[in-house]
């Protein structure tokens, strides 16, 4: 499998899926919703199913007050076996409306996240990571027979095995990781405080909201601005309102009218950010090439000066083909930097550079103008 990483990269025009811009959120059971959906028209796909937790009665605290559990009709299975049927049809109906290239993520606790997996396996989708979503304030184990439930579990997977060219955002994110690499565990407090939807009687509307900083890592990671992205159980908007926020398309089921109702409030209230945060993000092996010579038929570098390096301790000539002379010995601003160093290989782009009146000038920052003036953003 070969996967594209990238960052929100330009891509040429494609067929385009319209979702009622004033309903971006259809009420009815995702299964048969999925169903009047074009084939092949979703890029990404967040689903947050029904969890299926099995509670047997109330949930109490040492004080004897009782706890706000998920204990809905909506997250009542009567068997594994039902379970395991609901969950092979929505995942057969999410495959079928996204693209070749298209990814899944479902999230889940250990009640089902499990079973899940292995029907993902079995339907031939291709498990890419496995996220660990750590809560920086979960709800404790108040009856103290368990480790306090500190985590929830995300996959990301492929339409299936062999699918090139899924979108992995990796150079952006590690920019904004410091230049490390992201890893599959998320520091992510739990959703709270005024980001929390609240019904008329000050209660939290939906009993299971996800953060926006869980959704906007998931879209930031695998999507890229005008992308259509479907969330299945939509319930109060989370990732329409995310997906608003950071300039992707949306398409959101929900089954409960007062939900979607809701989610459609708050996904019109989003402002999108401005297109310049969102900007493609080049990588170096993405952008044009551009040869040494082009610079100087450019008149960016001429003919007959030295191309030093940081430190002024090597010395090269440049000569009028696109060449440098170091002694002897001739070649391109690649192999004569390896030979200065005495090394195997070098990026010459970053090794060598010009003296200017204002002191030294990386020639790779000559090879942005080059890219610039071929409309062509500077790579990162």
């Known amino acids: ?19 009622r811009a004033s309903a971006p959120v259809l009420v009815g059971v995702c299964i048969a919703e999925l169903a009047k959906l074009p084939a092949a028209c979703v890029d990404l796909v967040f689903a947050d199913p029904p969890y299926n937790l099995q509670l047997q009665g109330d949930l109490k605290r040492p004080d004897d007050s009782r706890v706000d559990a998920v204990d809905d009709a909506w997250d009542k299975f009567a068997s594994f076996a039902a ?7 929505w995942l057969l109906a999410c495959r079928r409306v996204m693209k070749p290239n298209a990814t899944l993520w479902v999230i889940g606790s250990y009640h089902n996240i499990f079973r899940v997996g292995t029907l993902l396996q079995d339907l031939g989708f291709w498990i890419l990571n496995d996220i660990v979503w750590r809560k920086s304030n979960p709800m404790p184990n108040f009856r103290g027979r368990r480790f306090t439930n500190a985590h929830e579990t995300l996959i990301w997977a492929a339409r299936e095995a062999g699918k090139r060219n899924y979108t992995f955002n990796y150079e952006a994110l590690k920019a904004g990781n410091e230049d490390i690499q992201v890893r599959s565990d998320w ?11 609240k019904g008329q009687d000050g209660k939290k509307l939906h009993p299971t909201q996800k953060p926006e900083a869980l959704l906007g890592r998931v879209l930031l990671s695998a999507s890229r601005p005008d992308d259509l992205v479907l969330d299945p159980f939509c319930g109060s908007g989370t990732t329409g309102a995310v997906a608003r926020r950071l300039r992707r398309r949306f398409i959101g089921i929900e089954r409960d009218p007062d939900y979607a109702a809701a989610a459609r409030v708050r996904i019109g209230a989003v402002a999108p950010l401005p297109a310049p945060t969102l900007a493609s993000f080049m990588t170096a092996r993405e952008a044009p090439r551009v040869p040494f010579a082009a610079l100087i038929e450019r008149g960016l570098v001429s003919p007959g000066i030295s191309l030093v390096d940081a430190k002024r301790r090597h010395r090269a000539l440049v000569r009028a083909d696109g060449a440098l002379a170091l002694g002897e010995a001739v070649g391109s601003i690649h192999r004569i930097g390896a030979l200065a160093q005495g090394l195997e290989a070098c990026n010459g782009w970053t090794y060598w550079h010009v003296e200017t009146p204002h002191g030294l000038t990386l020639i790779d920052v000559l090879r942005a103008q080059v890219r610039a003036e071929m409309g062509t953003a500077q790579p990162n």
């Open 1 to 19: 499998m070969v996967v594209s990483r990238r960052g929100a990269s330009a891509r040429p025009p494609r067929a385009s899926f319209e979702s």
């Open 187 to 197: 520091f992510i407090p739990l959703c709270t405080g005024e980001e929390r939807l």
């Open 83 to 89: 379970y395991d049927d609901f969950t092979r049809t």
